[in-house]
């Protein structure tokens, strides 16, 4: 089973950038399908970004499409999120995910995600 460690968060202006990092415990990391998703206050947590195992695949929200790079080093058993021009809209708690069984592909849906990280708080000022 992989186990999860986000950091990176802060405050940052409209317009900045911040790279979330997320550290895996556990030897599937590097054959595991991984994603962020967000969670705003009163909000349902959201897909914000997918990447396969290879890292070959990578898949965003539109809402983030363009601004948002997901990317993993597997030899360092973790997985990044480099997020440019934020906006306040981007304000969230975010998470970081592994699919329940490694070697399958990527998805959106939260429920093909079995291992969560505690999350990391972004939050842009305007």
């Known amino acids: 089973q992989v186990q999860l460690g986000e950091s990176g968060g802060g405050l940052v202006q409209a317009g900045g950038s911040l790279r979330l990092s997320c550290t895996a415990s556990g030897r599937a990391f590097s054959l595991t399908a991984m994603a962020w998703f967000r969670q705003a206050p009163g909000k349902e947590r959201e897909f914000v970004a997918g990447?396969?195992?290879?890292?070959?695949?990578?898949s965003y929200a539109d809402a983030v499409k363009g601004r948002f790079t997901i990317f993993r080093d597997n030899a360092k058993n973790t997985v990044y999120l480099q997020m440019t021009s934020l906006k306040p809209e981007d304000t969230a708690i975010y998470y970081c995910a592994a699919r329940r069984v490694p070697l399958l592909s990527g998805s959106t849906s939260r429920g093909d995600y079995g291992n969560w990280g505690q999350g990391t708080q972004v939050t842009v000022s305007s």
């Open positions: 990447i396969t195992w290879t890292g070959g695949t990578t």
